[in-house]
């Protein structure tokens, strides 16, 4: 950053500097001049360039940090944090759809899938007898490259039989259900709550066991009210925002 950024910061202005500062670097990042993983000037850099104190600098990367536009790493520096996804509650939304809403590039890769018999648990939920065949479907989700969930599907497979042998890393599941099976997504309830990430999931996602992760358990249903499939979702906790709009 060059000095003639000094001029930038007006000191005879009713906004504080930190303020100010917050505002210009806020600026650098939101417009992509600097991007997700850029290391940030040192505290000193940018003392010397805008002619603040430590104080006004702390300030104003503090601000940042709280807004997640930065983090801070120990010995190493401040970086530009990836930006967060946010999710809204109140439609059904596809995973490559949602991604690609807010600029990003979506990709999917197939773990594993399979049929499985229908535990007890498992049979309640899909409104299907125990032992019924239920098409596994689980795959993980990237957004611009980087590993943002991983979704484990269970699809009652009498009303999709064959399903499992489209491509899933190329074709979205909902478009499969409604093109080849006549399935429309149409209503969903689901539970969401905060857990631990196991260490089979901290690895596929590249966080730390142990890690916040937002869970979700959701049962989709056809446009004839009947279940059809059952998700489990394990989104990253540093990168997802689950949202929704109340009024009163």
């Known amino acids: 950053m060059p000095a003639d950024h000094l001029h930038l910061l007006d000191r005879h202005s009713g906004v504080p500097l930190y303020q100010q500062l917050y505002e210009l670097l806020r600026r650098r990042i939101l417009s992509r001049e600097w991007r997700a993983g850029h290391m940030l000037p040192t505290e000193a850099q940018l003392m010397e360039q805008y002619g603040v104190s430590r104080a006004t600098v702390r300030q104003a990367l503090d601000t940042l940090a709280t807004e997640g ?32 809403q807010r600029g990003f590039e979506p990709k999917t890769r197939v773990l594993n899938t399979g049929i499985i018999a229908a535990s007890a648990d498992l049979a309640k939920v899909l409104d299907i007898e125990p032992g019924a065949e239920v098409a ?81 358990e959701r049962i989709s249903l056809s446009q004839y009210n009947i279940p059809v499939e059952f998700l489990r979702i394990y989104h990253r906790g540093d990168r997802y925002v689950l949202y929704n709009e109340l009024r009163g």
Do not use: W
């Not at 478009?175 to 999931?201: K, M, S, V, W």
């Open 69 to 100: 536009l930065i983090y801070r790493q120990r010995g190493r520096g401040t970086f530009v944090a990836h930006p967060t996804v946010q999710q809204g509650l109140v439609r059904i939304v596809s995973f490559t759809e949602d991604m690609r």
């Open 136 to 216: 596994r479907i689980e795959r993980l989700r990237l957004a611009d490259g980087e590993p943002m969930s991983i979704e484990v599907s269970f699809l009652v497979h009498a009303l999709c039989p064959g399903v499992l042998q489209y491509d899933y890393a190329r074709r979205p599941l909902r478009q499969t259900l409604e093109q080849e099976y006549g399935l429309r997504i149409t209503r969903a309830t689901q539970a969401i709550r905060a857990i631990n990430a196991p260490d089979d999931i901290a690895k596929r996602l590249t966080v730390a066991p142990g890690d916040a992760l937002i869970f979700i």
